[in-house]
């Protein structure tokens, strides 16, 4: 044991003897622990070895296959008052969330080892910072938390006799769908995550802790812990401006946050340093200012897509010392995966553990996937060639700008910016999303998607609405705010803007909007770039493609506001009145609007 913490030694008693594992394993974060796990889990098959001489230190893992996304309707928010969870959360109460969990857990751990995992999610004594201890049943769990946490010794050192953390239970139990069950309890700090092995359900220092708890911590305790990816823009004169940037599973922060600048840009410059690609964790500093950390040290990314021309950094982030779940495995050991760099093996074995070859067909004549669509890499931050240096920083970073986004084929235009910050607020209270493989549900179907924090407040929404408007009361320098969409289609469904690099040029524009220095015209539903406004150097898009990406149609948003209010009104009296005094402002924009059309 490598605590004298009583409340942690009793903790693990008590849950060892719920679960009645073999034994029990302090985790102290070494090298020689690493190595020695990983050699277990080769043994057991829960790892597969892979090519070292061009993959070192890599392994693949395979998830069961109906385990392959987080299961947000198994997902509960456990509070004594239904209210406090909200329309946005499943609820059961504290005493049938632990029952029902408990059934599950009894000797859910008979044969195999209990593994104590201490982690810090931000960098270890920083006032940001929270701990957490997760036991597991997975080695796979353990070698991931080793990447994506600061995980072992110095946690359960600075921990010392008496401080708190969350107490973050998992067991695979049986993998069986039916015997899953993800339980957050915010009131006693506490996670139980039971029957599954995919990434968002048991890394709990991740979605569970760093969001679903470490939202509700934030509303206490007057802070923001959001989903958003942080990333630095470098000028040329070697300022860096930070930004945060909340965009929903599988819409695009990995990839912004390692952006590597356009042809046409690079002669300005521009260097971009990554400090975060998935949480973001936001406080209000002396000075007045938004202050962010990545609570995180590793990153757990959608593999299908990552290639050298959409994310060399990425590329180069996962060459070593990286777990794969979920892709394909060449004869020669190495991967493969859709939208990769390489055409397709002539044969390989899926991410399901069958004989693959191209053209493989479905009973429904569909093409069955090499790799799945949400299969993921979990890689060490450090690893990544745009990793900033301020990842340590037990200050973080000051944010100039927030920016929202999501999925819409139509409607949003490419960039535009709140009038200030309760219309902000409203702006991204109002996000909405067409959904992804990151979750189980319909595919393509737009879903309201507040903050891109629907699956990870946990709370109820209406109070975290308001939470951000008191945050912005209280900031004397705080960020603008924005709203950005790269996949506004053509009438054939093609994306309208190239995405991925060029994003820098939106980029740009935020920046100088936060200095005043870029046009903009004024739309009912905020500042939209004027087309000149927007460096085009290098990149040849015709003027009526430009034009429909920053068209704001009043009618289309006209249709829109329906479905928000039909949103809002879930939350009854709780939603506070400035979020439908914003809309009430929204709404007779957008009619004036279409009544100037109507009569110019
Ligand atoms: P999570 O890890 O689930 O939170 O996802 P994420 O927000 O980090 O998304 P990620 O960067 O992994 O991107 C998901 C998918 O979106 C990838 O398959 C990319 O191909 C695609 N994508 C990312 N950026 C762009 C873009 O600028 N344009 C287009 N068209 N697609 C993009
Ligand atoms: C997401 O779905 O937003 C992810 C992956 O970042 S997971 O950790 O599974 O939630
Ligand atoms: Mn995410």
Partial sequence: MLTKNKALI???????????????????????????????????????????EKLPGCTLHRTATNDVARTENLTFICTSKKEDAGPNNNWMSPEEGYKKAGEIFKQSMVGRTMYVVPFSMGPVGSPFSKIGVELTDSIYVVLNMRIMTRMGK???????????????????????????????????????????????????????????????????????????????????????????????????????????????????????????????????????????????AGCFGVVPGTNSKTNPNAMAMIRKDTIYTNVLLKPDKTLWWEDGDDSAPPEGIDWQGR????????????????????????????????????????????????IFGGRRAH?????????????????????????????????????????????????????????????????TKPPKIFNVNWFRTDESGNFLWPGYGENLRVLEWIIDRTKDKAKAAKTPIGYVPTPESLDMTGLDLSKETMEHLLEVNPKDWEEELESISDFFNQFGDRLPQLIWDEYEALCSRIKKRIENYAHP
């Fill in 10 to 52: 009793n903790w693990v008693e008590e849950m060892a003897k719920m679960c009645e594992p073999d034994q029990v394993v302090w985790c102290d974060g070494s090298d020689v622990e690493k190595e020695r796990l990983m050699q277990e889990a080769i043994k057991t098959g829960e790892l597969i070895e892979l090519n070292q």
């Fill in 355 to 402: 004989p693959w070859k191209p053209g493989l067909l479905d009973q429904n004549g569909k093409p069955i996937d090499g790799a799945h669509p949400n299969s993921r890499f979990t890689a060490p931050i450090a690893n990544c060639p745009s990793v900033t240096n301020r990842l340590e920083h037990h200050h973080g970073v000051q944010i100039s700008a927030i």
């Fill in 154 to 296: 110095a946690v359960l050192d600075r921990l010392g006799y008496q401080g708190e953390f969350t107490k973050c239970l998992h067991s695979k139990a049986d993998l069986d769908i039916n015997r899953r069950l993800i339980m957050h309890f915010p009131e006693d700090n506490a996670i139980w995550s039971v029957g599954s092995g995919y990434g968002g359900n048991v890394l709990l220092g991740k979605k569970c802790l760093a969001l679903r708890i470490a939202s509700y911590l934030a509303k206490k305790e007057g802070w923001l812990a959001e989903h958003m990816l942080i990333m630095g823009v470098e000028d040329p004169s070697g300022h860096i401006d930070y930004v945060a940037a909340a965009f929903p599973s599988a819409c695009g922060k990995t990839n912004l946050a390692m952006l590597i600048p356009p042809e046409g840009l690079k002669s300005k410059g521009y260097r971009i340093w990554t400090v975060g690609d998935d949480i973001a964790w936001m406080q209000i500093d002396s000075d007045g200012a938004l202050w962010a950390i990545n609570p995180e």
């Fill in 411 to 475: 409607l949003a235009p490419l960039v535009y910016e709140a009038f200030d910050w309760p219309h902000g607020v409203f702006m991204g209270a109002t996000m909405a999303s067409e959904r992804t493989a990151a979750q189980y549900g319909k595919q393509g179907e737009v879903r309201r998607d507040p903050m891109a924090m629907l699956p990870f407040c946990g709370y109820n929404m209406a109070d975290y609405f308001d939470h951000w408007l008191e945050m912005g009361r209280q900031m």
